[in-house]
Structures are given as C-alpha cells and as structure tokens.
C-alpha cells in the first residue's frame, strides 16, 4: 500500500469564495501514481468546506440559499460575540457541510459523475485570500 500526501495551496481573493477543484485533485492523483484506491481533500481551515456539486450557477446559487436559512450570515453567534470575529456562521457551515470528503479511485481516476465536481468552499467574509487544501491519496 503506498501513501501520497500534497498540499495545495489557491489564491481566490477575499470574501466568499465557492471554487471547483476537481481538476487539481485529479492532478495529485496523478502524481501520486495510484492507480485504485482513494483520496481525502481537507480544507486547511475551519470555517471552509469540501462537497461535491454540479459547478453551474443554478446549484451554486441553490447551496447559498440553503446554507444562508440554516447558518445566516446576520444571525447572533456565541462564537462571534466572544472573539469579535464574525464568522460563527462560517464555522456552523463547515461542521454541518464538512471540511473534508474521501473519493474513490479508479484506475488512477477519481470516481465522479461527468456532473460531480468537487468545490472548496470558503464562508469567512474577510480573511486572507490564501487557502490550503491537503490531499492524502492511499492505494496501489
């Protein structure tokens, strides 16, 4: 069994980000020369989130709305009102989507429909425009 391990680094500005990874992930597949097996994807923060979705505006729109009636940006947060920092809906988006997901792969590619993309999502309105996504991939 062999194990693989990369970090990606993305620059997407600040504020609300919802990005397609699919292909970089395809990438450290690849470098990672596995053909069956799996990877996990972990966003490198805790207000971020890793799921999969059609990358078209109509779904994106779709998981805002959603994500908005069950963490609202203007709602009062505990978290928020002790560290000044006004993101506790970022960090209830990210345990309920989760900041994480393990795909299969297939010889040496990542089992997803042709309308499955895998999205890095990040919900903290004024942090820095750095993100780190780790990728572990494990198999033969």
Known sequence: MKVFTKKLTFYMGKGHVV?????????????AEIKNGQVTVQAGRSVC????????????????????KIAPKDAY?????????????????SAIVG???TFVVMNGKLCLEPWQ??????????EHPEWEVYC????E
Do not use: M
């Not at 990005?19 to 470098?31: F, H, L, M, S, Y």
């Not at 993309?117 to 004024?126: A, L, N």
């Not at 572990?136 to 198999?139: A, K, N, Q, T």
């Open 136 to 139: 572990s991939v494990i198999g």
């Open 117 to 126: 993309q895998i999205i890095f999502g990040d919900y903290c309105p004024d």
């Open 19 to 31: 990005r397609d990874i699919t292909k970089e992930i395809q990438a450290v597949v690849d470098e």
């Open 77 to 93: 947060y505990e978290h928020s009102k002790r560290w000044n920092d006004e993101n506790g809906h970022a960090h209830i988006r």
């Open 99 to 101: 900041p994480s997901q």
């Open 49 to 68: 989130i890793i799921t999969t979705l059609e990358y078209e505006p109509g779904c994106l729109h779709d998981l805002e709305v959603a994500l908005e």
